[in-house]
């Protein structure tokens, strides 16, 4: 994966961003100049006119860049095996302003699988902002059940977002701390 960390770019046509961290949807418009702060888990975060932005991995092309592939399973895929892909598709989730995926953060609690009455899997996450007020928290929760709904054979992902517990910094993992120099 290259390093995007201050890439020029042009935008090449309108594209839906939201606002960084107020969480406001806005249109940037194609012809603006900015730079990619972050590209992480194929969401961009970019630098336009002194604010930041957050534009979605699925416009990827309005920044001139590649879009995230879809996850793969093998056909004889089992629950532990799709379970597995939903926490690899969650570290695939950022938080616009800290370079940590939310699973490192210490923000997802819970993932577990179950089917419906087709026979559908249903993945049920549980999961916390590091602030209640966060303003990228819809964003964030939107985030995780876009991507966990990408594994094949996932119909449905509900994400609950829950403070109980609140937040602190001792839920994140060594690494993680160790990389915003919280340890």
């Known amino acids: 994966m290259r390093s995007h960390d201050h890439e020029a770019v042009i935008i090449g046509r309108d ?14 418009r194609a ?16 630098y336009v006119e002194g604010n930041l932005f957050r534009v979605a991995g699925a416009d990827a092309d309005a ?8 996850p793969e399973l093998p056909p004889d895929a089992t629950d532990d095996d799709i379970k597995n892909l939903a926490w690899e598709q969650m570290r ?8 940590v995926n939310i699973v490192e953060l210490g923000l997802i609690y819970e993932c577990e699988l179950s089917r419906d009455t087709d026979g559908g899997r249903i993945a049920t996450i549980k999961m916390t902002l ?12 939107r985030d995780v059940k876009e991507k966990v709904e990408m594994i094949p054979t996932i119909k449905r992902a509900d994400v609950e977002l829950t403070f109980d517990p609140p937040w ?9 701390r160790l990389q915003t120099g919280m340890l």
């Open 63 to 70: 920044l001139g860049q590649e879009p995230m592939l879809t």
């Open 92 to 99: 695939s989730c950022y938080d616009p302003e800290i370079p």
């Open 168 to 176: 602190n910094q001792s839920m994140m993992s060594e690494a993680a």
């Open 130 to 141: 590091t602030a209640p007020g966060c303003g990228m928290g819809e964003v964030l929760v």
């Open 15 to 28: 594209v839906e961003a939201v606002m960084v961290p107020a969480g406001v949807p806005v249109t940037l």
């Open 31 to 46: 012809g603006k100049t900015g730079f990619i702060t972050q590209a992480l888990g194929g969401s961009f975060t970019v």
